[in-house]
């Protein structure tokens, strides 16, 4: 069974995060765990990505496992690849710069699995220097991207930023994993 941590990260693209999960959940031989940001909490609950997933969401790098484990080096030893979908400005910039201060940073940078970041921000955040800056960083580090692409975005101007569309996330995942089955 192939472990999937998915990340969720406090954007409005989470609903489409959930689709991505629903998309995922029907492949047999995945295993779905998906640790959420407290941010990301605020626009989807975890009761629903608990629901989609049948597995317990995981948010807080503190929470006292049922049994005995480290929370951020069970995941993250378990995994076979890392989404995170959305990747905000904020994460993208904390991977990029070693800032480890929550459960999904912490899995993050404790795994040695392939990491893929589906970024979704409003276009002026994700043109910025800074990210485009982090973004290059990461590349350097071997972190893959999906996306983002040219639409609508939530402050209702359109461009770049845009989460990219639902099946090219999951397809991009299904790809990885398959390339990475073959080592």
């Given at each position: 069974?192939?472990?999937?941590?998915?990340?969720?990260?406090?954007?409005?693209?989470?609903?489409?995060?959930?689709?991505?999960?629903?998309?995922?959940?029907?492949?047999?031989?995945?295993?779905?765990?998906?640790?959420?940001?407290?941010?990301?909490?605020?626009?989807?609950?975890?009761?629903?990505?608990?629901?989609?997933?049948?597995?317990?969401?995981?948010?807080?790098?503190?929470?006292?496992?049922?049994?005995?484990?480290?929370?951020?080096?069970?995941?993250?030893?378990?995994?076979?690849?890392?989404?995170?979908?959305?990747?905000?400005?904020?994460?993208?910039?904390?991977?990029?710069?070693?800032?480890?201060?929550?459960?999904?940073?912490?899995?993050?940078?404790?795994?040695?699995?392939?990491?893929?970041?589906?970024?979704?921000?409003?276009?002026?955040?994700?043109?910025?220097?800074?990210?485009?800056?982090?973004?290059?960083?990461?590349?350097?580090?071997?972190?893959?991207?999906i996306g983002p692409i040219r639409g609508e975005l939530a402050c209702r101007q359109v461009g770049m930023g845009h989460l990219s569309e639902v099946e090219g996330?999951?397809?991009?995942?299904?790809?990885?994993?398959?390339?990475?089955?073959?080592?």
């Amino acid at each position: 069974m192939k472990e999937v941590v998915i990340g969720v990260t406090g954007s409005i693209a989470c609903y489409k995060a959930c689709e991505v999960v629903s998309s995922l959940r029907k492949d047999q031989g995945l295993n779905l765990q998906v640790v959420m940001t407290k941010e990301a909490a605020h626009f989807v609950t975890p009761l629903t990505f608990q629901t989609l997933t049948g597995n317990r969401v995981y948010s807080d790098v503190f929470e006292v496992p049922e049994e005995w484990d480290l929370l951020h080096t069970s995941l993250s030893q378990k995994a076979d690849l890392i989404l995170v979908c959305p990747a905000t400005m904020n994460t993208i910039g904390k991977l990029a710069n070693g800032i480890c201060d929550d459960l999904l940073t912490c899995v993050i940078f404790a795994s040695r699995a392939p990491v893929l970041l589906a970024p979704a921000m409003n276009k002026a955040m994700f043109e910025h220097p800074a990210t485009q800056e982090n973004i290059a960083r990461l590349k350097r580090f071997g972190v893959q991207f999906i996306g983002p692409i040219r639409g609508e975005l939530a402050c209702r101007q359109v461009g770049m930023g845009h989460l990219s569309e639902v099946e090219g996330i999951a397809d991009a995942v299904r790809k990885q994993l398959k390339t990475r089955g073959k080592k």
